[in-house]
């Protein structure tokens, strides 16, 4: 099954508060890595710059821990980092290996622009967790609290950027 990059976002819906219009702004920021079945998006893994205009409390709260979280023993604001996520698969095509394609397929492809990738996972959410520190070998450096839910931040390097 096809894994690329998609720089304009298609219509549909992420949750009940991502839309298309706002798939197809992440989208455009950084890139949407997605896999098709048949000309048929079956999953797809987003990416975004910090800077990027989230409109979202959670990224906010999040972004705000980065000059107290430490990842490999500095602080994560020291980095050269990037929002990694949303990622959504199709039920039909979970537990194939595509979470870990999507993964090292963003990972290549934003390797020369980043040191980091920064993510987070809802606590209440074990198989996601599960899924992204154990199935993908992202490290939990620390997790923040926002309207009553504890959210987990997971960092992860990207390949060294090439010096050629």
């Known amino acids: 099954m ?3 990059r998609k720089k304009n976002g298609k219509k549909g819906f992420f949750r009940r508060n991502l839309h298309a219009d706002r798939l197809r702004e992440i989208a455009e920021d950084l890139g949407t890595t997605i ?3 048949d000309a048929k998006v079956v999953a797809f893994l987003c990416a975004i710059r910090n800077e990027f205009t989230h409109g979202s409390p959670v990224i906010a709260k999040m972004l705000d821990t980065y000059d107290l979280v430490k990842f490999e023993g500095k602080a994560l604001s020291s980095y050269s980092s990037y ?3 949303p990622v959504c698969i199709d039920r039909a095509y979970r537990g194939r ?3 870990r394609r ?3 397929t963003q990972k290549q492809d934003l390797a020369r ?3 980091v990738g920064v993510a987070f996972v809802s606590r209440g959410s074990p198989y996601s967790l599960n899924a992204h520190i154990a199935g993908l070998g992202m490290t939990e450096v ?3 609290e926002l309207m009553g839910n504890v959210y987990v931040i997971l960092a992860f390097r990207l390949p ?3 010096t050629s």
């Open 97 to 99: 290996g595509l979470l």
């Open 2 to 4: 096809p894994i690329f």
């Open 102 to 104: 999507l993964y090292e």
């Open 142 to 144: 620390g997790d923040f």
């Open 113 to 115: 622009q980043f040191d």
């Open 35 to 37: 896999a098709t079945v």
């Open 83 to 85: 929002i990694y996520g």
């Open 160 to 162: 060294p950027k090439s």
